[in-house]
């Protein structure tokens, strides 16, 4: 069974890091591209990174290029969302995705499983 597992999220002032982690069962990560998507209040799902399982390649939205790194860790079968210099705006629930293809896409409708979300919220 297939099945993604995110944790990490909190609360946190801004300017400071959070680190997301997604952890992946039921597959292998050289097989898929992992995306890590959010969704704040009132607004459309967003993607914000993804990462390829088959070569390491990575893409980022413009708003958190230079703020924020994807990474991998095939030992654990686990991918990470290091989030820096975060800002009020990078509040959202936080959901990452496999998708089976061999591309990097930000777009959630290539993707055809998800994790339940956590929750991060930038806040003073």
């Known amino acids: 069974q297939v099945q993604l597992v995110e944790s990490g999220g909190g609360l946190v002032q801004p300017g400071g890091s959070l680190r997301l982690s997604c952890a992946a069962s039921?597959?292998?990560?050289?097989?898929?591209?992992i995306g890590w998507f959010r969704q704040a209040p009132g607004k459309e799902r967003e993607g914000v990174s993804c990462?390829?399982?088959?070569?390491?390649?990575?893409t980022y939205t413009f708003s958190v290029r230079g703020r924020f790194t994807i990474s991998r860790d095939y030992a654990s079968n686990t991918v990470y969302l290091q989030m820096n210099s975060l800002t009020p705006e990078d509040t959202a629930v936080y959901y990452c995705?496999?998708?089976?293809?061999?591309?990097?896409?930000?777009?959630?409708?290539?993707?055809?499983?998800w994790g339940q979300g956590t929750l991060v919220t930038v806040s003073s």
């Open positions: 995705a496999t998708a089976r293809i061999w591309w990097l896409s930000l777009a959630s409708a290539e993707y055809n499983t």
């Open positions: 039921g597959f292998s990560l050289d097989d898929s591209v």
């Open positions: 990462i390829s399982g088959r070569n390491g390649g990575t």
